[in-house]
């Protein structure tokens, strides 16, 4: 994905107003062309490129509905969801952490197995 002027660039180089800068990232939003990057910056999106840009805890809360897991059901390890979500077995394991501490998963730990305690809804995410 190609990175975009940020707002100050467009601003001294076009000569317009930040309103105006800002109300152009927002159309490219609107039409799906653009989104916005941490640190204030806008970078196009390709067609058929989209990525999921939600926290990852989020992301591996939906491994319980849409992998169809029922509680008691075994969860799949750090190791697969690094792979899985190309992110480090760290990085995992502090999501898994919070879903542990939410109560929808039950505590793993080296040779222990997590399983399912609880199905998380649409509201109950809000929590994490």
Known sequence: MSELPSAADLMRDFDVSRGVALR?????????????VPGGRWRVVREGKSEDRR???ERIADVITGDGLEVGAPFPSASALSVRFGVSRPTVSK???????????SEGGQG?????????????RSRL
């Open 112 to 124: 222990k197995v997590r399983t399912v305690r609880a199905v998380p809804d649409r509201k109950g």
């Open 24 to 36: 152009v990232f927002s159309a490219l939003q609107k039409d799906g062309v653009g989104e916005p």
């Open 55 to 57: 926290p990852l805890v």
């Open 95 to 105: 999501a898994l952490d919070k879903l542990e501490a939410a109560g929808w998963l």
